[in-house]
RNA sequence: GCUCUCGUAGCUCAAAUGGAUAGAGCAACAGACUUCUAAUCUGUAGGUUAUAGGUUCGAGUCCUAUCGAGAGCGCCA
């Protein structure tokens, strides 16, 4: 990546591998108030031989870049550092093309994963905002992406509704959606207390698995009027996918896939079900003992998929931790079954809760649609202003159950607190998109001066927020390395909170001195084109004004 | 029963993969509006990082035990 901060790390991991040190150097920002920022692994080397060099080469690397004021260095082996920010301004950009990376990967982004026959509910927000920001961010560090929805439109569910449907002699052609997402809860009620209804739905499950002519029809007007609903709501949601793709699609490669398993020996029978020959506790079932297939099946099947029809390096799959021992199942089984050596990753995260920290029911307790916490969510913001465009409402709508979200580290369970989370203040979508447009207003009503960038005027304040605007890269790389947008959300709030400070600090439109203002308006743009950046890999529009 | 994850300020969460004095936001309290939109900003207070040991120059982070919470454990997805 072409940006300062990169630039610079790399430089300094160049010095640590002539030492052959293992390690990555660590720049941070200093928790002193007089450094900006400190290196801190240096000191574990303090006793090695080499250590009076390796510091020596690192401390001339950094004062040749101009970007800090010579180096302290402290007796134990903490180096310190303070920006020289006359030079560290004329330099920096911040642009897109400043971190596009070398090595581009091909990625498959596989998340989403609604079901037909059930609306889209509080559960799916997760995987499609952590999934969307992946999305983003690898797309914008310049991988080739790929985006597959993975819909849940086959197995047990799909037959249950369909023997619903026969019970009750529904007419497929009036059916609509609104209807459909009544009646899987009852279908799967009927599952659960009536033994003829289970019998029937296995026997219709077996059925779809060899392609029966008449239920495919049947399946197919249900997979229609639901994927017309999704892709409204998607549409409300600013979500969209390269493919939808889903366990259908594959039904067709799993016999001769089941086949050459059983041939090469990989998965053996047991007591009826097939099961992989790997020892493995629990043991892996492939297939039931009726030979219909399983969550594992389709997913397999997928990979040869993928494989053969899309081509991959990575395949991330963003999907709860509560199925991690299903992942790591299934790529145990794409190693042992010698698929192939691509890199496989499940990005798990945690449970939404309401802000009792209970999982998320509407009054009557079933599980809450989507489409109804973006109504809230909008009314809440209707009462804060009512004199919002329709689309601006929209945007900040999609912002605050965006930002809200991806605050949080996904790994952890987390409680969705709508009163809280639509505050003005504090770390929220709406915080963040003010911050933004009062920058774009700044723009608009100040005539833009000549780049005049030599001798500036730079206050406590705006070389705070100029050190900030520099760690982009840092942030940028901590979301992609480890798939955490959370860096990145954070980022976000504390710039925009600098840059309101900033903003407070000094009335840009009072300043006469020329090149005071030059500065000013430069930082000014910088922190723009840096807030829509973030907010790009995050997955928010940013608004025109508000 | 077995396996995994987690326990940080009143509340919600961070903490660079072992670094210096554990940080933010909310809520509380005290301030700043004839405004480039105060949808903002400033300040104060709040901690034995569940507990007890251990590893080392150095632990919220690694190891062990205990207590507490959540999740998963072949014919659902």
Not at 378 to 389: A, C, P
Not at 445 to 456: C, H, R, V
Request: proline share 2%; net charge negative; aromatic share 10%.
């Amino acid at each position: 990546m072409n940006n300062l901060f990169n630039k610079l790390i790399n430089l300094l991991n160049n010095e640590f591998k002539k030492f052959d040190l293992d390690e990555a150097i660590k720049l941070n920002l200093s928790k002193m108030p007089e450094f900006d920022m400190q290196i801190n692994n240096l000191v574990k080397y303090n006793k090695s031989d080499f250590f009076s060099s390796l510091q020596k080469n690192i401390i001339e690397i950094i004062d040749s870049t101009n970007y800090f004021l010579p180096v302290e260095k402290n007796e134990i082996g903490f180096l310190n550092l303070v920006f020289n920010h006359d030079n560290l301004i004329k330099d920096i950009t911040n642009k897109k093309s400043d971190f596009e990376i070398n090595n581009r990967e091909k990625i498959i982004f596989d998340y989403g994963g609604p079901n037909i026959g059930k609306p889209l509910h509080v559960g799916h927000m997760r995987t499609l905002n952590i999934g969307r920001s992946l999305y983003n961010i690898h797309s914008f560090i310049g991988n080739n992406v790929v985006s597959d929805i993975h819909l849940g439109d086959w197995g047990m569910p799909i037959a249950q509704i369909i023997t619903y449907l026969e019970n009750q002699s529904v007419d497929i052609n009036a059916l609509d959606s609104d209807q459909l997402e009544i009646i899987y809860p009852k279908a799967s009620e009927q599952y659960k207390i009536s033994e003829n209804f289970k019998i029937r739905a296995q026997e219709i499950n077996k059925l779809l698995n060899d392609n029966d002519a008449e239920l495919l029809k049947i399946w197919e007007s249900i997979k229609n009027i639901s994927k017309k609903s999704l892709e409204e709501n998607f549409s409300l949601l600013n979500h969209s996918f390269d493919y939808w793709l889903g366990e259908s699609d594959v039904n067709e490669l799993i016999p001769e896939m089941i086949e050459s398993l059983y041939k090469n020996k990989k998965i053996i029978d047991d007591s009826g079900a097939l099961i992989s020959a790997e020892d493995t506790d629990p043991k892996i079932l492939i297939t039931k003992s009726d030979g219909s297939y399983l969550y594992i099946t389709t997913d397999l099947a997928t990979i040869l998929y993928r494989q053969n029809n899309i081509g991959y390096d990575k395949t991330l799959y963003i999907v709860d931790n509560r199925q991690s021992l299903h992942f790591q199942q299934l790529f145990d089984s794409i190693k042992f079954f010698e698929f192939n050596n691509l890199h496989h990753e499940h990005i798990s995260y945690g449970t939404l809760n309401d802000s009792d920290g209970n999982p998320f029911k509407t009054r009557d307790g079933g599980t809450k649609p989507l489409s109804e916490l973006f109504e809230e969510t909008q009314n809440y913001i209707k009462n804060i202003n009512s004199d919002l465009e329709k689309s601006t409402i929209k945007q900040l709508t999609n912002s605050v159950l965006t930002f809200s979200d991806l605050i949080t580290n996904r790994k952890t369970d987390y409680k969705f607190d709508l009163e809280k989370f639509t505050n003005v203040n504090g770390k929220t979508g709406i915080y963040v998109q003010y911050a933004q447009v009062r920058a774009k207003k700044l723009q608009q009503s100040i005539p833009q001066q000549k780049n005049e960038i030599e001798n500036l005027v730079l206050s406590d304040i705006d070389k705070q927020l100029l050190s900030q605007l520099f760690m982009f890269g840092y942030f940028l790389e901590q979301s992609f390395l480890l798939n955490e947008p959370h860096h990145l959300a954070n980022y976000l709030y504390d710039i925009s909170n600098s840059f309101n400070q900033f903003y407070e600090h000094e009335k840009l439109s009072e300043i006469e001195n020329s090149i005071h203002l030059s500065s000013k308006l430069y930082l000014v743009n910088l922190f723009l084109t840096t807030s829509q950046n973030v907010m790009f890999c995050l997955g928010i529009k940013p608004v025109e004004k508000m």
